[in-house]
Protein backbone atom coordinates (compact mmCIF):
# COMPACT_ATOMS: atom_id res chain seq x y z
CA UNK A 1 0.00 0.00 0.00
CA UNK A 2 1.54 3.27 -0.76
CA UNK A 3 0.41 6.71 -1.48
CA UNK A 4 1.51 9.46 -4.78
CA UNK A 5 -0.56 12.27 -6.44
CA UNK A 6 -2.54 12.76 -3.28
CA UNK A 7 -3.95 9.11 -3.81
CA UNK A 8 -3.21 5.96 -1.94
CA UNK A 9 -2.85 2.83 -3.69
CA UNK A 10 -3.52 -0.95 -2.79
CA UNK A 11 -2.64 -4.03 -4.57
CA UNK A 12 -3.90 -7.70 -3.50
CA UNK A 13 -2.77 -10.34 -5.94
CA UNK A 14 -4.00 -14.22 -5.79
CA UNK A 15 -3.71 -17.73 -7.50
CA UNK A 16 -6.73 -19.40 -7.99
CA UNK A 17 -7.00 -22.75 -9.08
CA UNK A 18 -9.49 -22.53 -12.01
CA UNK A 19 -8.97 -21.71 -15.48
CA UNK A 20 -9.99 -18.01 -16.37
CA UNK A 21 -12.87 -19.36 -18.13
CA UNK A 22 -14.15 -20.21 -14.54
CA UNK A 23 -13.07 -17.47 -13.01
CA UNK A 24 -13.91 -14.08 -14.87
CA UNK A 25 -17.67 -15.13 -15.19
CA UNK A 26 -17.66 -15.03 -11.42
CA UNK A 27 -16.58 -11.53 -11.51
CA UNK A 28 -19.13 -11.03 -14.77
CA UNK A 29 -21.85 -11.66 -12.69
CA UNK A 30 -22.51 -8.26 -10.01
CA UNK A 31 -24.51 -10.48 -7.76
CA UNK A 32 -21.78 -12.59 -6.86
CA UNK A 33 -20.48 -8.86 -5.29
CA UNK A 34 -22.28 -10.00 -1.88
CA UNK A 35 -20.57 -13.58 -1.45
CA UNK A 36 -16.92 -12.19 -1.23
CA UNK A 37 -17.70 -8.94 1.07
CA UNK A 38 -17.63 -9.49 4.60
CA UNK A 39 -21.00 -9.80 6.17
CA UNK A 40 -19.57 -6.80 8.92
CA UNK A 41 -20.69 -4.39 6.10
CA UNK A 42 -23.91 -5.79 5.71
CA UNK A 43 -23.16 -4.92 1.87
CA UNK A 44 -26.47 -5.08 -0.52
CA UNK A 45 -26.74 -4.36 -4.28
CA UNK A 46 -29.39 -1.86 -4.95
CA UNK A 47 -29.46 -2.27 -8.96
CA UNK A 48 -31.80 -4.86 -10.30
CA UNK A 49 -30.02 -7.70 -11.27
CA UNK A 50 -28.99 -8.98 -13.49
CA UNK A 51 -26.35 -5.99 -14.61
CA UNK A 52 -25.63 -6.07 -18.29
CA UNK A 53 -21.25 -5.56 -17.56
CA UNK A 54 -20.19 -3.11 -20.26
CA UNK A 55 -18.29 0.42 -20.26
CA UNK A 56 -21.17 2.52 -18.97
CA UNK A 57 -22.87 0.23 -16.27
CA UNK A 58 -23.81 1.64 -12.82
CA UNK A 59 -24.29 0.00 -9.95
CA UNK A 60 -25.84 0.80 -6.63
CA UNK A 61 -24.99 -0.27 -3.29
CA UNK A 62 -25.62 0.09 0.58
CA UNK A 63 -23.58 -0.50 3.15
CA UNK A 64 -22.56 -0.19 7.14
CA UNK A 65 -19.97 1.44 8.13
CA UNK A 66 -19.06 0.85 11.36
CA UNK A 67 -22.64 0.95 11.74
CA UNK A 68 -23.55 4.39 9.57
CA UNK A 69 -25.46 3.77 6.64
CA UNK A 70 -23.74 4.65 3.77
CA UNK A 71 -24.60 4.35 -0.48
CA UNK A 72 -22.29 3.92 -3.19
CA UNK A 73 -22.51 3.79 -6.80
CA UNK A 74 -20.01 2.51 -9.22
CA UNK A 75 -19.68 2.65 -13.21
CA UNK A 76 -17.95 0.29 -15.23
CA UNK A 77 -15.41 2.17 -16.95
CA UNK A 78 -13.33 -0.50 -18.84
CA UNK A 79 -14.47 -4.19 -19.86
CA UNK A 80 -12.10 -6.28 -21.51
CA UNK A 81 -13.56 -9.72 -20.89
CA UNK A 82 -11.62 -11.97 -19.78
CA UNK A 83 -8.42 -10.10 -18.76
CA UNK A 84 -9.92 -7.05 -17.11
CA UNK A 85 -12.26 -4.65 -15.88
CA UNK A 86 -12.22 -1.36 -13.80
CA UNK A 87 -15.10 -0.04 -11.52
CA UNK A 88 -14.98 3.92 -10.44
CA UNK A 89 -16.63 5.46 -7.59
CA UNK A 90 -19.41 7.75 -8.95
CA UNK A 91 -20.44 8.93 -5.81
CA UNK A 92 -19.70 7.26 -1.90
CA UNK A 93 -17.54 7.58 1.03
CA UNK A 94 -14.36 7.74 -0.85
CA UNK A 95 -13.17 11.47 -2.61
CA UNK A 96 -12.11 8.73 -5.19
CA UNK A 97 -12.24 5.06 -6.37
CA UNK A 98 -10.85 3.70 -8.81
CA UNK A 99 -10.62 -0.50 -8.98
CA UNK A 100 -8.79 -2.19 -11.83
CA UNK A 101 -9.31 -5.99 -11.91
CA UNK A 102 -6.96 -8.13 -14.02
CA UNK A 103 -6.85 -12.02 -14.65
CA UNK A 104 -4.46 -13.99 -16.60
CA UNK A 105 -4.07 -17.81 -17.26
CA UNK A 106 -1.15 -19.30 -15.44
CA UNK A 107 -0.40 -22.65 -14.54
CA UNK A 108 -3.58 -24.09 -15.17
CA UNK A 109 -5.18 -21.69 -12.83
CA UNK A 110 -5.88 -17.79 -13.15
CA UNK A 111 -3.86 -14.99 -11.40
CA UNK A 112 -6.17 -12.48 -10.68
CA UNK A 113 -4.50 -8.44 -9.18
CA UNK A 114 -6.38 -5.61 -8.17
CA UNK A 115 -4.98 -2.55 -8.01
CA UNK A 116 -6.99 0.17 -6.36
CA UNK A 117 -6.18 4.25 -6.10
CA UNK A 118 -8.14 6.43 -4.27
CA UNK A 119 -8.53 9.23 -1.99
CA UNK A 120 -10.44 9.67 1.24
CA UNK A 121 -11.66 12.97 3.24
CA UNK A 122 -9.27 13.68 6.05
CA UNK A 123 -5.91 12.63 3.71
CA UNK A 124 -3.46 10.97 4.90
CA UNK A 125 -4.39 11.12 8.93
CA UNK A 126 -7.36 9.06 8.14
CA UNK A 127 -6.26 6.85 6.01
CA UNK A 128 -3.25 5.80 8.48
CA UNK A 129 -5.51 5.70 11.33
CA UNK A 130 -8.91 4.06 9.96
CA UNK A 131 -9.32 3.45 6.27
CA UNK A 132 -6.16 1.62 5.05
CA UNK A 133 -6.64 -1.25 7.91
CA UNK A 134 -9.94 -1.17 7.29
CA UNK A 135 -10.02 -2.13 3.33
CA UNK A 136 -6.74 -4.52 3.65
CA UNK A 137 -9.51 -6.27 6.29
CA UNK A 138 -11.98 -6.33 3.14
CA UNK A 139 -9.67 -7.66 0.59
CA UNK A 140 -8.33 -10.23 3.17
CA UNK A 141 -11.81 -11.39 3.77
CA UNK A 142 -12.25 -11.42 0.06
CA UNK A 143 -8.82 -13.35 -0.88
CA UNK A 144 -10.46 -16.31 2.04
CA UNK A 145 -13.56 -16.44 0.23
CA UNK A 146 -12.58 -16.33 -3.05
CA UNK A 147 -10.14 -19.14 -2.61
CA UNK A 148 -12.85 -21.08 -0.30
CA UNK A 149 -14.89 -20.59 -3.71
CA UNK A 150 -12.43 -21.37 -6.24
CA UNK A 151 -10.22 -24.55 -4.65
Known amino acids: MGQKDGL??????IFLPRPIQDVFPFFAD?????SI???WLRFEILT??????RPGARIDYRLRLHGVPLRWQTEITVWEPPFR?????LCGPYR???HEHTFAEHA?????????RYAVPGG???NYLFVRREVRRIFEYRAERLLSLFS
Open 8 to 13: FTIEAQ
Open 30 to 34: AGNLE
Open 37 to 39: TPP
Open 48 to 53: PLPVAM
Open 85 to 89: FVDEQ
Open 96 to 98: KWV
Open 108 to 116: GGTDMRDFV
Open 124 to 126: WPA
